[in-house]
């Protein structure tokens, strides 16, 4: 009976030891995945990411693009307006242009334009002739319609343009990521008329100014719209005057329309993981600290890593992309977590309400790059904004400029 007692209960201790024994090792292999795939996210995010702490000088890298437009024009010289309206005297026109964005707001470009031009001056006026007088060649009255009783000759003729202006993006400084953009542009012209009709070459110096509206289809390709006016010496048009008895113009006006397409190249490193010395600083930034909490039955924070930003900027640098793409990974094959985004901003460049706006704003860009770009489920985000009321870092103010991305795993 004593044997028979002993031996069931070394069965039960060893059948209890057995339980518990496979029981602790499956924790162990469960915590032990766990563990195994934030070390994975770490590994693969580094200890340090490179810093953007660059001068407001070296911001932007320059920016290039090339545009082709095809629009019409119109011109208002010496007696136009008495034969026909503005818009019926439109010819066409082309134009091919090539510009440089120094940074966001200021660039310069050059343009090339070749367009076909009608204009009306009093007959008499040109041949000092009366008006009633219609004894001219027949070469020449091709070119002569009557209108109200007078006698006005028709020019058609064919120029060029070249133009070099500078030029400022307004909604870039109001919004730097928009896909429109709002180009106001100014600066001298030279216009070469060609012979036609009787009519010498004529060269001219100008002003031209204008808009051009862009938006964005593609990363490099945007569609365009141009408005412009030329203000020209008057003797473009080849004739000096044209009013009898009437008062010469000083200048003649040249308007033009255009759409057409642009591409865009440059402003950007070229690759991902090169490091650019006038963009980024080759510095070694320790990541915030890892926070272990077990709140609340089977809940963690963990693994908290940032996005960096330009001083005085919200939208993502190509080379901070990489970091949030490995971000989005882990989310996607973890459906239980969930990310915690916290904006901040440097406390030595700006007042507390700006840099509190500029924090929220960091933080809609890299949540807007979760959503659109990653496919990262909005309920799954969840925001902060600190602006300048906490640090992240203390080492450097620059290094505040930041979004920290932070898992919470349920």
Known sequence: MNNFSFSKTFLAVAAFMLVSSLAEAQVIKTETIRESRLSSL?????????????????????SWFVSF??????????????????????RGRIQISTGCWFNDYFGIRGQVGLGKVSAYYLAGAIYGKPLNSFDYN???????????????????????????????????????????????????????????????????LGVKAGTQIDYRI????????????????????????GEIGGEYRKFDFLAAASLGLSYHFGGEPSKVDVNIPVV???????????????????????????????????YIEK??????NKF?????????????????????????????????????????????????????????AKGDTERVYDEDFRWNRVVVMTIVED
């Open 69 to 90: 437009g095809v629009g019409a024009n119109a011109i208002t010289a010496e007696g136009n307006n008495k034969v026909n309206d503005f818009l019926d005297r439109r």
């Open 218 to 241: 593609s990363k490099r390709w945007s569609i365009m719209g141009d408005v412009q006016a030329n203000i020209l010496n008057e003797s473009f048009d080849g004739v000096v005057g």
């Open 319 to 324: 080379g901070q992309k990489p970091q949030i």
């Open 328 to 384: 989005a990974e882990y989310l996607k094959n973890n459906k239980n977590a969930k990310v915690m985004l916290t904006g901040y901003a440097d406390k030595e460049t700006a007042y507390p309400e700006y840099n509190m706006r500029l924090s929220q704003k960091r933080v809609n860009s890299v949540k807007k790059y979760l959503i659109e770009e990653c496919g990262i489920a909005e309920e799954r985000i969840e925001t902060n």
């Open 280 to 314: 980024y600083e080759n510095t070694f930034i320790p990541q915030p600290k890892r926070i272990k909490e077990v709140k609340a039955p089977a809940k963690e924070v963990i693994a908290p890593f940032v996005v960096r930003f330009f001083i005085d900027k919200s």
């Open 42 to 62: 770490a590994a693969a995010l580094g200890d340090s990411t490179e810093l953007i702490v660059a001068d407001d000088a070296a911001l932007n890298a320059k």
């Open 138 to 204: 027949p070469a020449t009255m091709q070119y002569i319609i009557n209108k109200g009783g007078l006698a006005y000759f028709r020019r058609k003729f064919t120029y060029m343009d070249f133009n070099v202006a500078a030029m400022t993006d307004v909604v870039k400084w109001f919004k730097k990521d928009s896909k429109w953009g709002v180009q106001l542009y100014a600066g001298p012209t030279f216009t070469y008329s060609f012979n036609k009709q009787d009519f010498g070459h004529n060269a001219t």
